[in-house]
């Protein structure tokens, strides 16, 4: 898989920098709440195991997998519920963990479906923002890094299905998209 990387643009020093420092902001805005924490399949769940580790608080946890790249470049603007959560998110303080926030599109259908069913407090942390590709006025309030406009992969994020066990965040050469 290394052959295929352009470049590195986070390494896994720099993730893990990134998931303590999170981990430590969480821990204080977290400490009097007992949070479910919502990971969102598949690309968030690399990324979930390693920032909530770092959390010292006491949480709940579940899964929600929504889906709308299809394994390619673009958003197809139609997101799918593919998998919905087994919690009642009712009256909950929710923390929705993120790989990247690109259009807003997926966040944006996952914060209204949680207030829809009466969530008390919703937030996100997503390892990266990518602002320049937004459609959808929609922010993460914990932020790994800001990324350039670039198709990143690695550390759950693919392209068409693979990639996602690279440790680190890169840019695919060229050559690979077809
Ligand atoms: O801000 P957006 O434009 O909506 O893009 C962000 C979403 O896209 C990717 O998920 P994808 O739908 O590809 O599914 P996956 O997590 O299973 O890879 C990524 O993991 C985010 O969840
Ligand atoms: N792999 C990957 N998936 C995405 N989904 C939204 N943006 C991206 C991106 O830059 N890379
Ligand atoms: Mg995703």
Known sequence: MDNDIAKTLYSQNDIHEACVRLGEQLTTDYADKQPLVISVLSG???FTTDVVREMDVYADMDFIDVSSYNGGLESSGN??????????????????IEDIVDTGRTLKYIIELLYKRNAKSVKVCALMDKPTGRKIEVKADYVGFVVPDEFVVGYGLDYKGLYRNLPYVGVLKPEIYE
């Open 44 to 46: 968030a769940v690399f």
């Open 79 to 96: 997101i799918d519920l593919v998998t919905d959560l087994s919690t009642d998110v009712k009256g909950r303080d929710i923390l929705i």
